[in-house]
């Protein structure tokens, strides 16, 4: 029996429940003026919203919308905007580890022109609630009467006949949340000319120059930049660092340690991180492992069990699948950091750095042949959103060039 667009089974929380419309409406061209004042709208709600001091999250999707970092953004494809046009209708299964990942899938789509259908998480986060109703208001404007035809915002359970139904409808799927996710929503068919865009389990590490470090007078900063990389999202992100990579002497990498982990101990974590039981047993469970399986392992000692490090002598190509969330990190130390390439597998996504010049670790990377690391950027901007992410240029891959000779 086909699917019903007005199936109870799927809610909708912002936009138009006229989903079979979808594929028959106009696509926008990229950066439509409509679109950017949509979310220009969209900022000055979030930002001046009374919640917004209890969930950053909110505050910085709303600075990615404004009007100025959008024409930023927009830099780029200018020459190309003349002859490019969105794909037609983007599906979009959002993830449920990071609460406004969707919001951020949801811009893309639009701003690289297509009709969205964006699924997000059974989870329960108020930051999505927030911004899914600044949505739904701003969606109620006069002006944007047409755009709202354009997006659909819903929540559903495990069904492959709702997956079946979206995809079917779909010019490209967005599928967000991991390989398991991945292989679920692709037992639905697609149109012959539709494509996924998937972003599978990846990992991420985090390299400091320990001289460097030692010479940067505002320590504090780097604490809270290396904080905010890891657990705000209880390192559960894709790009949260599960690996730090200390490169020096062994006596200054030694200095480095500790005044590094002491300040990250003592100003940030004991006093912002609560940690779940299932979470310190997980934790305790990993550094077992990784001592059973890999010579040489030392757990470093800790106060607590908020910082769990395990330091190594050598870096094992299987690393990745010992990795643990909540605060966990393995420690391998080199003079050089060429060892990096050695492990650096397509799992990998974001490469942070302190005490280095960003291009000199991309150079590395791409001199070595490296099959992973998509983005290198400095420590506080791991979960930074780019138009660029997992090595993807999405307002290229979601739009369609028409080419003329």
């Given amino acids: 029996m086909p699917m019903r667009q007005n199936s109870p089974e799927i809610q909708l929380l912002a936009g138009s429940c006229d989903y079979e419309a979808m594929p028959r409406l106009k696509p926008y061209i990229p950066f ?26 909110i505050i910085t999707f709303g600075f990615f919308c404004r009007k100025a970092n959008l024409t930023m953004l927009k830099k780029p ?3 190309s905007l003349s002859c490019s046009v969105g794909r037609g209708v983007s599906f979009h299964v959002a993830p449920s580890n990071v609460a406004i990942n969707f919001a951020y899938s949801l811009a ?11 699924r997000i998480s059974s989870k329960h986060f108020p930051q999505t ?75 991420s590490l985090c390299i400091i120059k320990a001289g460097e470090y030692l010479n ?19 390192q559960n992100a894709c790009s949260s660092p599960r690996l730090v990579y200390w490169v020096g002497s062994s006596e200054i990498i030694a200095k480095a340690k500790e005044i590094f982990w002491n300040m990250e101990q ?3 974590v004991e006093k912002n991180y609560r940690i779940e039981s299932v979470t310190a047993v997980n934790k305790y469970t990993a550094s077992c492992r990784a001592a059973l399986d890999y010579e040489g392992v030392e757990i470093a000692k800790t106060s607590d069990n908020l910082i ?3 330091e190594l002598k050598t870096l094992p190509s299987d690393l990745m699948e010992h990795v643990c969330a909540g605060g966990s990190y393995f420690e391998y130390s080199n003079e050089a950091p060429d060892k990096l390439a050695e492990i650096v597998t397509r799992k990998f996504q974001t490469l942070t750095y302190i005490g280095f010049d960003g291009n000199e670790l991309s150079d590395l990377l791409i001199r070595k042949g490296v099959l992973g690391i998509d983005r290198v950027v400095p420590c506080g901007k791991a979960a930074d959103f780019g138009l660029v992410w997992d090595g993807y240029d999405l307002i290229r891959q979601m739009s369609r060039v028409v080419y003329t000779v």
């Fill in 32 to 57: 439509d003026d409509t679109v950017v004042t949509f979310f220009e709208a969209l900022s000055r709600l979030l930002i001046k919203h009374p919640d917004g001091r209890l969930y950053p999250d």
């Fill in 77 to 79: 494809y200018e020459n």
């Fill in 108 to 118: 893309v789509g639009l701003l690289s022109g297509n009709a969205c259908i964006v």
């Fill in 129 to 203: 609630n927030i911004v899914n109703d600044m949505i739904a208001t701003v969606l109620e404007k006069p002006e944007f009467v047409e755009l709202k035809k354009h997006i659909a915002i819903v929540k559903y359970g495990h069904s492959s006949e709702i997956n079946e139904f979206f995809s079917c409808l779909c010019d490209i799927r967005i599928i967000w949340g991991g390989d398991n996710t991945i292989a679920e929503i692709r037992k639905a068919s697609l149109p012959p000319r539709s494509f996924d865009i998937t972003f599978a389990d990846r990992y």
């Fill in 216 to 234: 940067i007078e505002n320590k504090k900063k780097v604490a809270l930049d290396f904080y905010n990389d890891t657990y705000l999202f209880d």
């Fill in 266 to 268: 003592k100003l940030l």
């Fill in 308 to 310: 769990s490090r395990i």
